[in-house]
């Protein structure tokens, strides 16, 4: 008994294949889609807040996701630059092998060392959420809206030269390498730092993060390696 809030912006009908998929694969009793880009917006779907980009969208679903969990907040780069399969069979593990009882949320856990304090040194990548519980859903689902309505201090002058060095990478191999206008850069840099304020906040308040790939450790490396040289790849593809 599995609720899903997934966040689109745009439209696909190749998503709507893969969606019934995921629904089928994972035997869902609720899938809720948040599309961010209202234009484009079906009539099943609901007007995405977008106002902190997934973010925001993210504690939107959160709220309105029902049942006693586990649930799973994720957004369409499952279709575009994740192997979905693999990671939906890794899921199908987690969620049989879970503690359903345990105050904690379980995702893609990242690291970009521990030098600077606006970064933790263990993160979730801010694409995909397993939550066992309601009580682990409420939880996140506050801690995000509270980030989201909260105005970002100035950063520190390390992280400052580390958001500058990870949006505009020398090298293919590094970093972002998406259309670089100025309202695309302010978005991914926002993303960026809501990404680590959120693992942060939940340190603060003692909710552990956890690795998918606890279940399945080799799965979890294959499925890394995967989705990293398809990203590269795809960067490679825009020269």
């Not at 484009?40 to 995405?48: D, Y």
């Not at 694409?127 to 309601?134: A, G, M, T």
């Not at 302010?186 to 959120?198: F, G, P, T, V």
């Amino acid at each position: 008994m599995i609720s899903i809030g997934l966040v689109v912006y745009g439209n696909s009908a190749k998503w709507q294949q893969q969606i019934a998929g995921l629904k089928k694969d994972l035997q869902v009793t609720q899938l809720l889609v948040a599309n961010n880009d209202h234009q484009n917006c079906r009539p099943e779907e609901i007007k995405g807040d977008n106002s902190s980009f997934e973010f925001s969208a993210y504690a939107q679903l959160g709220s309105l996701l029902e049942g006693d969990g586990p649930f799973v907040i994720v957004n369409d780069t499952l279709f575009k630059t994740h192997w979905q399969q693999g990671w939906t069979r890794l899921l199908q593990k987690a969620i049989a092998r879970m503690d359903r009882r345990e105050l904690v949320v379980w995702g893609d856990i990242r690291t970009d060392g521990d030098d600077i304090p606006e970064r933790p040194a263990l993160f979730l990548a801010s694409w995909i959420f397993v939550l066992p519980n309601r009580q682990s859903l409420e939880a996140f689902v506050q801690i995000l809206s509270e980030l989201c309505a909260a105005k970002m201090q100035e950063p520190s002058s390390a992280y400052a030269h580390f958001l500058q060095w990870w949006t505009s990478p020398s090298r293919r191999l590094f970093g972002w390498h998406g259309l670089r206008t100025a309202e695309n850069l302010q978005r991914k840099i926002r993303s960026i730092r809501l990404e680590h304020a959120l693992s942060a906040a939940l340190h603060q308040k003692n909710i552990p993060i956890h690795s998918l790939g606890h279940f399945s450790p080799l799965a979890y490396k294959f499925l890394r390696l995967f989705d990293r040289l398809r990203t590269r790849l795809d960067s490679l593809k825009s020269l």
